[in-house]
């Protein structure tokens, strides 16, 4: 009953936001601006702070970590071309923040877009997504398969190990080879020899040990935060996960995002992104114009799951998809339904 309430409340959602997808040259200029060059003046105080201590530098970079993840949006946002009206500003823009954040502009945005087509979609739910298994996949799974998806859904290994190995080796190599992808796969190569190069030229001019100690937590802790921001905006405990045929664009942006409600100064340094329901039902809203368009439209905001901090803390227990109960469920409850013979 509420998912046709939802479709029939937003049934002009494409007219809603449509008229905030456009691009604020000076808008964009500022945001630029506010945010390369805090963060190339606090990586440059990181550096100066290796005399005195080196907490001093980790608590530096965990601010910058944050000051990357805003970055970042920047770089989102120019793989949808929303961030410029010029599409060559966006991919210039684009890739240069690709130097910063490590991510290959090009491919990142292509994979990213097909997330975008396909939220939801329990046939694409490894593509541009944080994959998981159903509660009938992982109760048909062998013992080894159970232990190993156990591994991977534990908070250390899917919050701490896993965003780094996708910052480090899942962007170097282009596991994704969908038809048509050949050119995108040859930007991935040559975005990741600029980054060799600029790399190189870093540490050559500050000295290797210098760059590491500054540039390694930084993107640790870029990584980790936005990994955590990903996955709690599409695995909170009452999303939308649905197999293609029975599929709905609408529910699929509403239900399966979350309004992550976030104290301004993270929801700055995180470039509105919280707003991912509006992020999802048109991607070519720039994130400046994000918040205007949920305050001048609360319709929006009605049916979206909202969640704060706190309340997010739990999604971390969100292991399995339970298709019956539609909501995501821990493996501590699995082991409940499945001794007291749910399952038979």
């Excluded at 038809?179 to 190189?200: D, H, T």
């Excluded at 500054?214 to 921001?229: K, N, Y």
């Excluded at 999802?280 to 918040?291: Q, V």
Aim: glycine share 4%.
């Amino acid at each position: 009953m509420k998912e046709t309430e939802i479709k029939e409340a937003l049934k002009d959602w494409p007219e809603i936001v449509v008229k905030y997808s456009r691009p604020d040259t000076k808008k964009a200029i500022i945001q630029v601006l506010n945010t390369f060059l805090p963060f190339i003046g606090i990586w440059i105080l990181m550096i100066y702070s290796l005399q005195y201590s080196y907490w001093i530098t980790l608590a530096l970079g965990l601010l910058n970590g944050f000051m990357l993840a805003r970055l970042f949006i920047i770089q989102h946002d120019c793989g949808h071309q929303s961030f410029f009206k010029s599409k060559y500003a966006n991919n210039v823009v684009g890739f240069v923040c690709s130097l910063f954040t490590s991510l290959p502009y090009k491919y990142w945005a292509r994979v990213h877009n097909f997330h975008h087509g396909h939220i939801g979609q329990l046939e694409h739910r490894d593509v541009g997504d944080i994959n998981f298994l159903t509660v009938e996949e992982f109760r048909t799974s062998s013992k080894w398969k159970r232990f190993g998806y156990r591994i991977f859904r534990s908070p250390i290994f899917l919050f701490i190990l896993t965003p780094v190995l996708y910052v480090t080796i899942s962007n170097r190599y282009p596991f994704f080879r969908f038809k048509g992808w050949e050119k995108i796969r040859r930007s991935q190569v040559w975005n990741n020899l600029a980054l060799l190069g600029f790399y190189i030229l870093v540490g050559s001019l500050i000295g290797w040990r210098t760059f590491l100690l500054v540039q390694v937590p930084v993107i640790v802790f870029f990584a980790i935060i936005a990994f955590w921001f990903f996955y709690v905006q599409h695995q909170h405990e009452e999303t939308y996960m649905r197999w293609k045929n029975q599929w709905d664009f609408l529910l699929a942006s509403i239900q399966g995002s979350t309004y992550y409600k976030l104290p301004k100064v993270f929801q700055w340094l995180t470039g509105n992104i919280g707003f991912h329901h509006i992020h999802h039902l048109n991607s070519k809203i720039p994130n400046y114009e994000l918040e205007k368009c949920a305050k001048e439209n609360p319709i929006l905001q009605k049916y979206v799951p909202t969640i704060n901090f706190m309340e997010s803390l739990k999604c971390i227990f969100n292991n399995l998809w339970d298709e019956q109960a539609k909501r995501m469920i821990s493996f501590r409850e699995f082991y409940r339904m499945e001794k007291q013979g749910t399952f038979a």
